[in-house]
C-alpha cells in the first residue's frame, strides 16, 4: 500500500485557489500510489466563518476530488467545510477511484477556537475497506482523545489530517506514536505549513508511524509529497507474535 502525504501552505478561505494549487502538486508527480492524503480544510484553511467557504457534496470540490481520484487510479481524502440540512460539519471525505465517496463528520471540535459554536460535531467513528486495509480517518483535535480512536473494529491504519499549529507541535508527535502503539496500528498524520490569516504558523510535521512506535516517515517540515508504503504482512506478524490487542478493555461509547 503506497501513501502520498502532501503537506502545503493554504490560502485563506480561497478554495479555488487551493484547488488550483493542489492539483498541480497531484497531477505533478509521476509515481503510482494507492491513496493521497490531504490535511484538514485543505480548501479553506482552518476558518471560523464557514458561510464563507461551504459547500455541499454536489458542489465543487468533492466533483475536483472524484475527478482527480479516477484520473490518478487511486483514493484521496482530507476534509473541507459543508453544509447539510442548515448545519455546517468539518468533514472528511474519502473519494475512491471509482469516485465513491465515504464521510466522517470531525467528532471533537476545537472548542479553543470557537469550532463548536460554528460547527456540528459528527456521532460516530468511520471504518473503510480499502486495497485489503482497513483505515480509520479521523480529523486534527480528535488525536487527543485516545478513548474514541481506540482499535474496536480490528482497523490496520489511523489518518489523522490536521491544521495543529507549531506552539503544540510536540504535542501532535507524542500523540501519533501513542495512537500508533496503543491500538498497535500505523498511524499517519497530515498538517499543512505555513501562516493563515490569524497569524497562527504551522511547521507541518506529517509523518507515518508504524505498529511499535518506529518511524516510517520522520516528522517533515517541507512542502512537498511524501510516498511511504505499509507492509500488512509486517503488522500482522507483530500482533499474532504480540497479541497486545487481546487484552484490551471492553467498552461501549454513550
Partial sequence: MKIALIQTALSWENPMENRSHLAQKITGFMEEVDL??????????FTMNPKAVAETMQSETVSWLQHLAKAKNCAIT???VIEENGNYYNRLVFVLPTGAVQTYDKKHLFSLAGED???TAGKKKLIIEYKGYKFCP??????????FSRNTENY???????NWPKPRINAWDILLKARA??????SIGVNRIGTDNNHHEYVGHSQVVDYLGNYLLEPQ????????????ANLLEARNKLAFLDDKDNFELL
Fill in 221 to 232: 517540515e517541507a512542502d512537498a509529497i511524501f510516498i511511504v508504503e505499509l507492509n500488512k
Fill in 117 to 119: 459554536k460554528w460547527y
Fill in 36 to 45: 493521497i492524503v490531504l490535511p484538514e480544510m485543505f480548501s479553506s484553511g
Fill in 181 to 186: 502503539v496503543e491500538n498497535m496500528c500505523y
Fill in 138 to 147: 479521523l480529523v486534527c483535535y480528535d488525536l487527543r482523545f485516545p478513548v
Fill in 78 to 80: 482530507g476534509s473541507l
Fill in 156 to 162: 490496520d491504519v489511523l489518518i489523522y489530517v490536521a
